[in-house]
């Protein structure tokens, strides 16, 4: 059974279409009746939106099976009032979820990624924090990667933030423990039955921020090189020893085909 990433996994950065092999391997685990959830960090757009754009460029997925951080925000973030930080987009879907964005009292500082932060930005979000906002991160990517080039994620800048105010923060998305505890629930709705983490494979691009926060729950990890990596020294030699993905792929057809020789 498997948790899948979407961005940089099944869709380009680049362009959005699908990767290789990503629209074959959800009709084989759909034919081969394997249970899986789609858990992305889409912020930008309604996840309505998202998962019928999902669908409409060629992925059979079910509403049952997709979960993003906008279908569990108002569980976790009660304040209303927030300074957040991001794409217009998301921005825009904050305020349809009822959110008011305040950016002179704010309650908390709610962090996503877009490609144009700039030190001003940085300086109201640490005033806030030092007049008690609390911090919130939409999600916590690592790395942010748009038009070819590399950005920081809003989990460096999280961590920046944490350094920077000597605050700690929570995180909506993943690698949240709260966001992978909703996924299984719903993963096991969909199966009538308990499941631990082990049984569960995560499959992304994002190998700090996806896949270590899956390998701490126990879950096992295939990391794919169609998104923010292109080459697995970039990044593998640099994390610890326990936290790296059991298996590494060039894409999903790659891990279609190792799925198919092992079965």
């Given at each position: 059974m498997y948790f899948i990433d979407v961005q940089g996994t099944l869709i380009s950065d680049e362009d959005k279409s699908p990767i290789n092999g990503a629209i074959d391997f959800i009709e084989y685990l759909n034919a081969s009746n394997d249970p899986f959830m789609i858990v992305t960090n889409n912020t930008k757009n309604p996840s309505a939106e998202f998962l019928h754009f999902l669908q409409g460029s060629g992925f059979s997925i079910e509403q049952t099976h997709y979960l993003d951080p906008l279908m569990v925000i108002q569980e976790q973030v009660k304040m209303k009032k927030l300074a957040a930080y991001g794409d217009e987009k998301l921005l825009a879907v904050l305020e349809k979820l009822g959110y008011e964005l305040d950016y002179t009292n704010p309650d908390c500082v709610c962090v996503g990624v877009k490609q144009d932060y700039n030190s001003e930005d940085f300086a109201?979000?640490?005033?806030?924090?030092l007049n008690g906002a609390k911090l919130i991160g939409m999600h916590a990517i690592t790395l942010y990667a748009k038009d070819g080039k590399r950005y920081p994620g809003s989990g460096a800048i999280l961590e920046m933030l944490k350094a920077a105010a000597i605050v700690d923060y929570e995180i909506v998305g993943k690698p949240s423990l709260t966001f992978y505890r909703h996924a299984k629930e719903m993963l096991e709705a969909t199966m009538s039955q308990k499941i631990d983490f082990s049984d569960i494979t995560m499959i992304s691009?994002?190998?700090q921020g996806d896949l270590s926060g899956a390998k701490e729950l126990g879950m096992k990890t295939i990391f794919v090189l169609s998104g923010k990596y292109h080459d697995a020294d970039e990044i593998i030699p640099h994390l610890k020893p326990e936290l790296r993905p059991?298996?590494?792929?060039?894409?999903?057809a790659e891990v279609l085909k190792h799925l198919k020789e092992n079965i």
């Open positions: 109201q979000m640490i005033d806030f924090l691009d994002d190998v059991d298996l590494i792929f060039k894409d999903m």
